[in-house]
């Protein structure tokens, strides 16, 4: 079965630094999809980020990029520059067909 | 923008009630899904939808059942609510095509007494 490990339950960050967020997943497909989606307290999840695995480079969206290595089944976040908007809970996801498996997820805490 | 919303943000039920949670979703999408999110678990599937009328189980069915009559709804059913229920449970959809982000609801926060 596929899984979604996030190994750092939580994280914080000094307001205007970067952070790294950690994910593996363990998978014997070779076509899928991956995602980290944020959720604020009390506030609808949304997607952030999302990367197809047939592309080698990494998808970045404004502030937040992704190391992508396929090889090491690793997906991790980066996100630059802060806000204390990004404080949320944040999920890793893997996607192939209609099977998505969510990571614990890892809350993140920005100070100011 | 997608908007898919859920019937109550919260809801306070007793053992052995039948439990109604509605999903509705205004983009026309094929897949409607149902999670179930508990601290240090993540979001676990229930049941998904991939056109009217059709259902398939997810991870944790058991004590679930759904119903999807029409395209833009997706009704989870707790036929005997439990304590063991009490979750916030999440709705979300996407297009029919390999790979389509799911777009997710508010979320119901069900408290079972």
């Known amino acids: 079965a596929q899984t979604v490990t996030q190994s750092q339950p939580e994280m914080s960050v000094q307001e205007a630094e970067t952070v790294t967020l950690s994910c593996t997943y363990d998978?014997?497909?070779?076509?899928?999809?991956l995602f980290w989606y944020k959720q604020p307290p009390s506030r609808q999840m949304i997607l952030v980020i999302r990367?197809?695995?047939?592309?080698?480079q990494n998808a970045t969206e404004n502030r937040f990029s992704v190391n992508f290595q396929k090889a090491a089944k690793s997906f991790s976040l980066k996100i630059s520059d802060s806000q204390l908007g990004d404080a949320a809970m944040y999920f890793c996801?893997?996607?192939?067909?209609?099977?998505?498996?969510f990571g614990a997820g890892t809350r993140l805490t920005v100070k100011p | 923008d997608v908007k898919v919303t859920q019937s109550s943000r919260y809801l306070v039920k007793r053992t052995g009630e039948k439990v109604f949670l509605e999903c509705v979703q205004d983009m026309d999408h094929e897949n409607m899904f149902w999670y179930r999110q508990d601290p240090g678990l993540g979001l676990r599937l229930i049941y998904f939808s991939y056109d009217v009328k059709m259902k398939e189980k997810g991870d944790i069915p058991e004590g679930y059942s759904v119903s999807r009559e029409k395209k833009e709804r997706f009704s989870l059913i707790l036929e005997s609510a439990s304590t063991n229920q009490t979750s916030m449970y999440l709705c979300a959809s996407s297009f029919g095509l390999a790979g389509e982000t799911q777009y997710f609801g508010p979320g119901t926060r069900l408290l079972v007494l």
């Open positions: 998978t014997s497909e070779s076509d899928y999809y």
């Open positions: 990367q197809e695995a047939y592309k080698q």
């Open positions: 996801a893997w996607l192939n067909n209609n099977d998505m498996r």
